[in-house]
């Protein structure tokens, strides 16, 4: 069974960083890991995702070049480092997770993935 715990959300000021953590267990080779966010009354919003054995990383285009994914295998642990921050990034960040492989095409679509962590909330002010 796949299981995720988040840590690492905040509130900081425009232009700082943060970075997020998911512990997660369950999950192999072939496994996808991915994170996502909503703001209020948004739709949950992909962010960026990745196969757990690496490769192929698609990130949203509102992130790109702010925002990295990274592992940390042997603590089966993904973070999701957050540069120069905006207050349109303010949202709930979930990092979520798929057993088996499927196509990096779908990889931003919420209903590929098995399970979801509980959420931290990051908050940037302007």
């Known amino acids: 069974q796949v299981h995720l715990v988040e840590s690492g959300g905040g509130m900081v000021q425009t232009g700082a960083s943060l970075r997020l953590a998911c512990v997660v267990s369950?999950?192999?080779?072939?496994?996808?890991v991915a994170w996502f966010r909503q703001a209020p009354g948004k739709e949950r919003e992909f962010v960026v995702a990745q196969s757990w054995s690496g490769g192929s990383t698609p990130y949203a285009n509102s992130v790109k070049g702010r925002f990295t994914i990274s592992k940390d295998r042997a603590k089966n642990t993904v973070y999701l480092q957050m540069n120069n921050l905006k207050p349109e990034d303010t949202a709930v960040y979930y990092c979520?997770?798929?057993?088996?492989?499927?196509?990096?095409?779908?990889?931003?679509?919420?209903?590929?993935?098995?399970?979801w962590g509980q959420g931290t909330q990051v908050t940037v002010s302007s």
């Open positions: 369950g999950i192999g080779s072939n496994s996808v």
């Open positions: 979520a997770a798929r057993r088996n492989r499927i196509i990096v095409g779908v990889w931003s679509q919420p209903n590929v993935y098995d399970a």
